[in-house]
């Protein structure tokens, strides 16, 4: 099985618990210390098989190889794919089954993160989740007051539009807002309007 190490925790004797994001399931699996075990780390891709998969205690990953990403030497990419990496933990936590869309679309980011500005690839890839969620607010009026939305237009968490002054932060022309909605392209967004939608995205998910 092929799964990304989306959370990681230390248990006793340096073994650690992981959180495997695959293409059919968000699972925790308890990992031995050892050795001569490749080390275990957050945000990689792993090719993995599960022994005690039916027992009392956590199933447990074995036979590990990382599969390698270029960037992943680059200290501030590989910050910023932490970032992007933990939120979904908390957002699929207590989710049975899983569509393989977000094992997908991590191997979709994680191909292209060295390609153009990961903070770029993380809200397309959040547009991207919403619309599979059924989840985008239309730009109409403010989540907020209800009111009709003027040219400019800030977003809380989920992408929700409000007015600037509804919930103090920053604002972004409308229409552009608009068309990466619809595009789910952010071509038309200049760095620093990608900086307030990537620092909205990574509040969660
Ligand atoms: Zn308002």
Redesign the pocket.
């Known amino acids: 099985m092929k799964g990304f190490v989306v959370a990681l925790r230390r248990a006793k004797n340096e073994d650690s618990i992981a959180i495997v994001l695959t293409d059919k399931s968000a699972r925790s699996y308890y990992r031995f210390f050892g050795a001569r075990h490749s080390i275990l780390q957050l945000g990689h891709l792993i090719d993995f098989e599960v022994e005690g998969e039916d027992g009392r205690f956590l199933p447990r990953l074995r036979s590990l190889s990382q599969m390698g990403f270029k960037w992943l030497r680059d200290r501030n990419r590989l910050m910023l794919w932490h970032n992007f990496i933990k939120l979904f933990e908390p957002h699929l936590r207590d989710t049975e089954e899983l569509d393989r869309f977000y094992f997908d679309l991590l191997l979709k980011a994680a191909r292209k993160w060295d390609k153009q500005n990961p903070k770029r690839i993380v809200c397309e890839s959040y547009v991207e989740l919403l619309k599979f969620e059924g989840r985008i607010y239309p730009i109409g009026k403010?989540y907020?007051?209800e009111?009709d939305l003027g040219e400019s237009v800030s977003l809380m968490t989920s992408f929700k539009p409000?007015?600037p002054e509804?919930i103090y932060a920053s604002a972004i022309n409308k229409s552009k807002i608009d068309e990466f909605f619809r595009e789910g392209k952010t071509i038309y967004l200049n760095d620093s309007e990608i900086d307030i939608l990537y620092s909205v995205v990574i509040k969660g998910l």
């Open positions: 403010c907020i007051c009111q409000a007015h509804c």
